[in-house]
């Protein structure tokens, strides 16, 4: 009747407990409590540590913190590792310990123990258990109770006819009737669950039948993004020997092919049957911030945590959570970070895989130089850290493929079939690589144009959009972000009244969220495209509006974007058709992987049958336009050496900080590992690697970041060794530019001469990005404006830094200079003015009106002073004499991260929680962290306008993971205070002494 446990005879388990219980009464000293201890070891030792309750429709695990092994004072009194009485106890059985540790640990308290008995019942049984089986518990509990007034013996003995009562109710209890499909999915889990429990003491990589991941992941899936099934070339992919050898791979597929499915199921494999940490880099913040949204779900369902590296914190977290794996997923440049403290802290191979997606960034400039940079170190460091690299326009591979010692996999599988067009005038032709020119006559387009129509719209966008829309999406690449507006007010325009009535009132919802995130603001462009179903999308957005657009075409809200070229490659947004405006992106022609990126958004798997991509070119363009469609992809070159203050400079510096490499041999030998190294004899046509290394590293030591040692090993043979020094540690900590570094520690000196403290401005003045300043073109009558308005002590930082109010005047007022002032300063000025004033205000419509700068444009400021800021910290930090400057750049750093009122920071934590949801959550009375991770997701979806509930569970997860991680910090912190120190006076002699 009870499985193993089916008699009440001799061995029973009854009997067992009775053996124990007779253990602890034949010692003297413990008569009096032993019964007490007996019940307390079996419900809190036994039960927390072994057993998974199952309860009436849910699967709870108990987990708490185990007892130590001499518990209240019992000591001397020890339990067999083999004597766990309740390792295999029958579920019923689970269900009565837990309600006998609610009630008391205290038997001899009658009254107690019947109110707690109560309260207990009432509260967990009733609204678990059938009445019957309730009132079988009531009726243990009042049997129960009387023999518990009798003698000490009578007490002992009633332990067993208690355990005998409940079981046999429990057995007599009515079972409830489940669906047969439930039992089956209750059974297949319950299984699965120990199959994962054997195979993770076997040390096996296999937990269950999804791919070596339990079918729970699977179900996940199926939930959340709707995927029940698995395309051929991804389980082909999967399957690959390379795969299970746990070799590096590339892999390249078109845009759409499903890539990222294989990176994630990689991913969870690491983290749950490797137990290891996973780092997957995306090349821009709108994809980690929407990375980081889709598969938090995963982490809370599954037991590891996903979060953004803080790659400006440069910190873990705290030790004690490192039990739970992490999936950092971070940019380029938070990646680099990241790595880098692995190696300083020797923890590289706890970094079990990296995930790489766009790998062909690669060849980008200095953000391609610093991913370089960063798999090299990987590749250099770490035996067992697995990379895999994905990409849709890849061309030579083999490079890549040697760099990375890696395997590679490709195929030309699109879930939607992509056609795509030229037009010329009115003329439509489809690509065809089989015919003579590339392209075959298609059709005529048929569009009865007015003679206004024509004079505005002599593309006939109009007529290819409204082919499409709004029953289908579409997307316009424009080559300018203002061309994008103009574009999407004209198409509106032509636009019949019957587009407004389509989801009219989603619309008119829109339009008031849009207004709610501005603080009543609107752009008048939006305003006037959006009843149509229209809208731009470019960087002169803020990150609010662009989330709430994207939301909106998503769910066909919007039917049509007009956008420039970052949309191919930042967000994913895919349309029916897809139109290209030019063949240039600004004023340069196109290249053939951006093309196939932009096209590539054409087809929406799952929604639509095919997807449309048309080119619209003139004649004067044809012959490029037809090498365009029909050449390779670009090959991808390393920059790592074009780069130098963010490349083989930055690269050298950290070697040597990092003790990886730190001599000239070493050095050397590392660079033939890299990207650059594979392709040395392509890119180096002048100079040798040798020669460019010894460059660098003279250049490096020249400017006092490294010096140099000499070694004399034998009379012939010398070495030279090189180490960091402060400064160039503190360049290399703060991730500082190395074209930066120096003139930043003058600033940061001569700001010590006389830092004014009475406002921010000088504060911020220092913390400005010294790259934006080239960017900047200052509208002169506003600077003399903002001048004017300047207090005292903030006319006083303009002096010390060598602006005056003359020098803007006259500039304002188009008169000749005769005094010599350094641009730069008098640009980062300005930057300043518009970031104080941002601080002070903290509204980015009412600053963009003041300075006539995009909003956009403020914003990616803001992130760009807040990053710098925090860099600025870091490297104040490894500069003693700069201690002064610490506390004021923590507080100015939160400041400009956040960019709020001061009530709104703690909720902006939460992932998911910008400016506007902040707002929302404060006036709804959830003020602070606390709040959140107690909130009830249907509540909030029901306080909280336009709160889906998948965002809702996402925020209150957020908040319960942060909420954790700051507890678990200051218990950390505790325990390091309360630690006695290795160094202290007496400490070796005492211990000696008791010896």
């Not at 309860?55 to 339990?79: A, C, R």
């Not at 243990?140 to 079981?167: F, P």
Request: net charge neutral; proline share 3%.
């Amino acid at each position: 009747m009870f499985g193993d446990y089916d008699s009440f005879t001799e061995n029973s388990f009854i009997a067992q407990v009775d053996d124990l219980e007779q253990k602890y009464m034949q010692l003297p000293e413990h008569k009096k409590h032993a019964t007490d201890f007996a019940t307390e070891n079996l419900c809190s030792e036994s039960i927390k540590n072994k057993l998974s309750i199952t309860t009436i429709g849910n699967l709870t695990e108990l987990q708490t913190d185990k007892h130590t092994e001499n518990q209240s004072g019992y000591e001397g009194v020890t339990i067999e590792p083999g004597a766990d009485l309740l390792y295999d106890v029958p579920s019923s059985q689970a269900l009565y310990f837990e309600n006998l540790q609610n009630s008391s640990n205290d038997l001899g308290d009658h009254s107690m123990k019947e109110r707690d008995w109560k309260s207990s019942s009432h509260n967990t049984v009733n609204e678990e258990l059938p009445h019957n089986c309730i009132e079988q518990l009531q009726q243990n509990d009042e049997s129960s109770s009387k023999v518990r007034t009798s003698s000490d013996m009578n007490r002992r003995k009633s332990i067993k006819d208690h355990l005998k009562s409940a079981m046999t109710g429990n057995a007599k209890a009515q079972t409830p009737i489940f669906s047969r499909s439930k039992q089956l999915k209750d059974t297949l889990l319950s299984e699965e669950i120990n199959v994962a429990k054997k195979t993770i003491e076997s040390s096996s990589n296999d937990l269950g039948p999804f791919y070596s991941l339990p079918s729970k992941v699977r179900d996940l899936y199926a939930q959340f993004k709707g995927i029940e099934k698995l395309y051929e070339w991804q389980h082909t992919c999967l399957t690959l020997n390379s795969v299970q050898e746990r070799k590096n791979l590339i892999y390249s597929l078109p845009t759409s092919g499903g890539k990222t499915l294989v990176a994630e199921i990689l991913m969870l494999q690491e983290l749950l049957c490797c137990r290891k940490d996973v780092l997957m880099i995306l090349p821009y913040v709108a994809i980690v911030q929407e990375k980081i949204s889709g598969l938090s779900s995963f982490g809370i369902e599954l037991g590891f945590f996903v979060e953004e590296y803080a790659g400006s914190k440069g910190r873990f977290p705290p030790t004690k959570r490192r039990e739970k794996k992490s999936l950092y997923i971070a940019t380029i440049e938070k990646g680099h970070s990241l790595v880098n403290s692995l190696i300083e802290t020797g923890r590289i191979d706890s970094l079990g895989l990296v995930v790489v997606d766009e790998l062909h960034m690669i060849g980008e400039g200095s953000r391609g130089a610093t991913l370089e940079m960063t798999l090299a170190k990987i590749l250099y460091t770490s035996k067992t850290t697995q990379i895999i690299g994905m990409s849709a326009t890849l061309n030579n591979v083999e490079d890549l493929q040697k760099f990375l010692q890696a395997e590679y996999y490709t195929s030309q599988f699109r879930p939607v079939e992509l056609k795509e067009y030229l037009k010329i005038n009115d003329t439509i032709y489809e690509v065809d690589s089989k015919a003579e020119n590339g392209m075959t006559f298609s059709r005529l387009l048929n569009y009865k144009y007015s003679d206004t129509l024509k004079k505005m719209d002599p593309d006939h966008l109009v007529a290819l959009v409204t082919e499409v829309i709004p029953n289908y999406s579409c997307l316009v690449f424009c080559p300018s972000k203002k061309n994008c507006e103009n574009v999407a007010e004209m198409i509106c325009k032509f636009l019949s009244k019957e587009y407004l009535k389509h989801k009219e009132k989603e619309k008119c919802e829109m339009i008031k969220n849009l207004k709610n995130i501005g603080n009543g603001n609107l752009c008048p462009v939006l305003k006037r495209t959006i009843p149509f179903g229209v809208a731009y999308h470019h960087s002169g957005l803020t990150s609010d509006e662009r989330k709430l657009l994207e939301e909106a075409y998503s769910t066909g809200v919007l039917c049509l974007f007009t956008c420039t070229s970052t949309l191919a490659a930042g967000v994913n947004l895919p349309a029916r058709r897809v139109i290209l405006r030019a063949p240039y992106v600004a004023k340069e022609f196109l290249k053939r992987n951006q093309y196939k990126q932009m096209i590539g958004r054409a087809g929406r798997a799952g929604i639509d049958t095919i997807g449309e991509s048309i080119l619209i070119l003139q004649e004067k363009d044809k012959q490029q336009v037809l090498e365009l469609i029909t050449k390779p992809l670009e090959n991808c070159y390393s920059h790592l050496v074009q780069e130098f203050t963010k490349g083989i400079q930055t690269l050298f510096l950290s070697l040597i900080g990092l003790k990886i490499a730190t001599n000239l041999d070493d050095i050397c030998h590392f660079m033939n590992g890299t990207f650059f190294g594979v392709q040395q004899k392509i890119l180096l046509k002048e100079k040798s690697l040798w020669e460019i290394t010894v460059e660098s590293l003279r250049y490096l030591t020249e400017k006092g970041l490294l010096q140099k040692d000499t070694i004399y090993k034998s009379e012939e043979e010398v070495q030279y060794n090189f180490h960091i020094t402060k400064l160039g540690r503190a360049s290399f900590k703060g991730t500082i530019d190395l074209a930066y570094c120096d003139i930043l520690y003058r600033d940061l000196k001569k700001g010590l001469e006389g830092l004014v403290l009475e406002s921010l401005l000088h504060l911020i003045y220092l913390t400005t990005p010294y790259d934006l300043v080239s960017q900047c073109n200052p509208d002169w009558m506003i600077y003399f404006r903002q001048f004017s308005q300047l207090s005292p002590a903030e006319q006083n930082v303009a002096a010390i830094l060598g602006v005056s109010e003359s020098f803007i005047g006259k500039k304002a007022s188009g008169q000749a200079i005769r005094k010599k002032v350094d641009k730069d300063v008098v640009n980062r000025l300005y930057l300043s003015f518009v970031l104080y004033t941002l601080l002070k205000e903290t509204n980015i419509w009412t600053v963009s009106e003041k300075f006539n700068m995009p909003r956009g444009y403020i914003q990616n400021l803001l992130t760009g002073a807040a990053s710098f800021s925090s860099c600025v910290l870091h490297f104040c930090e490894e500069l003693e004499e700069f201690w002064v400057y610490r506390a004021l750049l923590v507080e100015l750093t939160k400041k400009l991260t956040y960019c709020v009122k001061a009530e709104l920071i703690p909720l902006m934590e939460v992932t998911g929680v910008l400016e506007g949801r902040a707002k929302q959550l404060y006036s709804a009375g959830y003020k602070s962290l606390m709040h959140l991770a107690n909130a009830n997701p249907e509540v909030l979806v029901r306080t909280i306008d336009h709160l889906s509930r998948r965002q809702a569970k996402q925020i209150v997860s957020s908040a319960k993971m942060l909420l954790h991680e700051k507890a678990e910090a200051l218990q950390e912190e505790v325990e390091e205070l309360l630690r006695l120190p290795s160094d202290l006076p007496g400490a070796v002699a005492s211990s000696t002494d008791k010896a």
